[in-house]
């Protein structure tokens, strides 16, 4: 999701109030694809986004990188509201499933938590580890959900019923964890068996065995994954945000996402620093997260689409 370069505190960020905010939808549009939704809309200022997940309705969630509140906003409007307050921790990479329940993972606060997205209450909470540690993304499989720590070597495994402790599954194999930051975005595998991640810090993606943590690296003929961040696999393509770069790579695996090939990048000249992406239909959206600006209670942030 981010580096740690790009963990930007302010007074002014952290005062943003969990209190309902309402901002209007922006005026660029098209009517392809879903009538005249938005290519383009406003998050609350100051709010910080990282992540973000949509479900099967026309409702995007984003998760605030400044005191972990969870931002909904329509699709179809561009509009939206808080719907659950934050801890005061960062809410970053973030998966909802068909109940409307939001995993999200808790950054340097070493947690995740899940949040029903229908009263904003929080259903579980779990505390994987300690400093130091970045709990960055997360990822929902029949087997259960799970997160990424980009500064240690675990996945950190949570049961889809909520009950149960977590388990810490190691990462061995040929991902070695180095300074810097390392795993981030995480995603299935096109045949459903398997994970893939990103190491952030070489640019290289993994595949990884739920079930053991052995991890092989994925052969992408030679491209790397520079600023490597959110992941999303729907069919056998995947689409890889590359933050810094301002660009979505996409590829095409084999079923068993041990290889794949460039197909294509997107971009749009309203990217400022995206990190995580979501699709509806034939769209995908990105939020800004605007890593390095001087957030102030002024700073605009916005979510922008892309054509898949």
């Known amino acids: 999701m981010l580096t ?27 009517g392809s ?4 939704f938005p290519d383009s809309f406003p998050l609350p200022n100051a709010f910080q986004p990282e992540g973000i997940a949509i479900g099967r309705a026309p409702f995007a969630y984003f998760g605030s990188l400044a005191n972990g509140d969870i931002y909904r906003a329509n699709l179809a409007t561009g509009r939206g509201k808080i719907i659950s307050a934050g801890p005061g921790t960062p809410s970053v990479g973030l ?9 999200v993972a808790g950054g340097a606060a070493g947690n995740g938590r899940v949040v029903d997205t229908h009263s904003g209450r929080i259903l579980a909470s779990w505390t994987f580890a300690t400093a130091p540690t970045f709990v960055n993304d997360v990822v929902l499989t029949p087997k259960g959900a799970f997160f990424t720590d980009s500064n240690q070597p675990f996945l950190y495994k949570v049961p889809l019923s909520l009950r149960g402790e977590p388990v810490k599954l190691p990462l061995t194999g040929d991902l070695v964890y180095q300074t810097g930051f390392n795993v981030n975005g995480i995603a299935r595998t096109p045949d459903g068996r398997g994970l893939l991640v990103v190491q952030s810090n070489t640019a290289t993606l993994f595949r990884v065995d739920p079930d053991t943590g052995v991890t092989r690296a994925v052969d992408l003929g030679g491209y790397a994954l520079t600023n490597g961040d959110g992941l999303l696999t729907i069919g056998r393509t995947l689409y890889v945000v590359q933050n810094r770069l301002n660009q ?6 084999d079923k068993r996402g041990l290889s794949g090939r460039l197909t294509g990048t997107r971009t749009n000249p ?6 995580t992406v979501a699709a509806f239909g034939d769209r995908l959206y990105l939020p800004n997260a605007r890593f390095g600006v001087t957030v102030t209670p002024d700073t605009t942030y916005s979510a922008n689409v892309v054509k898949r």
């Open 33 to 36: 694809g879903h009538r005249l």
């Open 95 to 103: 998966k909802i499933d068909d109940r409307g329940r939001l995993f």
């Open 4 to 30: 740690r370069r790009a963990l930007i505190t302010s007074s002014a960020a952290a005062a943003l109030t969990a209190a309902t905010v309402t901002v209007p939808g922006a005026a660029s549009a098209h």
């Open 248 to 253: 979505v790579a996409v590829f095409a695996l």
């Open 270 to 275: 309203n990217f400022d620093v995206p990190t």
